[in-house]
């Protein structure tokens, strides 16, 4: 049996179907293959595929709403060295603040790269220039960050290619668990109203005093809209409002 899967992949390999003995693009065989791996909600196996169509050596697949310098929460999947990835949150956290929302929008799909710091070890012979693709999933941007062997030539209609598949793929495979933690970050009414009066100039002392309630219940609701919406600011936290017609 291990034999007949050996010569099954090499014919694929070069383009040819088992099924049909017609050749086939590589691309093509990779949609192919992501239909399977999505089938099977297989995560691992998905972005094994999408790093090999671009010969990548790693892959580490990022949610931007749960990254925090403490903890690896932010991690949805990967195969990079684990130190790595532990060295790198506090990188990708800070390159996003830097980025403002239209930055963001605008970097949806495109391949960027980015240099890994000198303190960080790498294995040999991996560069230290790695790429990120953006996307969203529902409500939550996410990144596929690739490593490549050093002295390689990228394709970047490939580069492209993986920017849209990764994005569908992932909406596929981790739509229904970050459905439900988006429900238990839905904002209450109370907290909606905060966003809109804050949107309008208010302070919290204004609101306090348009609806009702003390300065601090005001300013707890602030920062449980920040805490849910992942942002930093006020002026971050009107930005999601309106990117997500909340206000």
């Known amino acids: 049996m291990e034999t007949i899967r050996s010569d099954v992949a090499a014919w694929e390999s070069y383009g040819f179907s088992a099924e049909s003995g017609e050749r086939k693009s590589t691309r093509e065989l990779l949609v192919q293959q992501l239909g399977h791996c999505a089938e099977d909600v297989s995560l691992s196996a998905g972005l094994k595929a999408l790093t090999g169509y671009v010969s990548a050596s790693h892959y580490l697949l990022v949610r931007h709403d749960a990254l925090l310098d403490s903890n690896l929460d932010f991690v949805v999947a990967s195969d990079w060295p684990f130190d790595m990835v532990r060295s790198i949150s506090a990188a990708v956290n800070g390159a996003q603040s830097r980025m403002s929302e239209i930055e963001k929008c605008l970097s949806l799909l495109k391949p960027s790269f980015a240099h890994l710091d000198d303190r960080?070890?790498?294995?040999?012979?991996i560069s230290r220039e790695y790429c990120v693709v953006a996307f969203?999933?529902?409500?939550?941007?996410?990144?596929?960050?690739?490593?490549?062997?050093?002295?390689f030539i990228l394709s970047q209609s490939k580069l492209r290619d993986v920017g849209v598949m990764a994005g569908y793929f992932a909406s596929v495979c981790c739509?229904?668990?970050?459905?439900?933690?988006d429900r238990e970050l839905e904002l209450t009414e109370r907290e909606i109203e905060c966003l809109y009066w804050i949107a309008e100039g208010k302070t919290?002392?204004?609101?306090?005093?348009?609806?009702?309630?003390?300065?601090?219940?005001?300013?707890?609701?602030?920062?449980?809209?920040?805490r849910k919406t992942?942002?930093?600011?006020?002026?971050?936290?009107?930005?999601?409002?309106?990117?997500?017609?909340?206000?």
């Open 136 to 151: 969203q999933v529902g409500r939550v941007r996410m990144s596929l960050m690739l490593l490549f062997p050093e002295y």
């Open 230 to 247: 992942a942002t930093k600011t006020r002026s971050e936290a009107i930005a999601w409002a309106v990117r997500n017609g909340l206000v």
């Open 120 to 125: 960080i070890a790498v294995p040999a012979g």
């Open 175 to 181: 739509a229904g668990a970050i459905l439900r933690q």
């Open 204 to 226: 919290s002392d204004e609101i306090a005093v348009i609806l009702g309630i003390s300065r601090n219940t005001i300013n707890n609701y602030i920062t449980s809209v920040m």
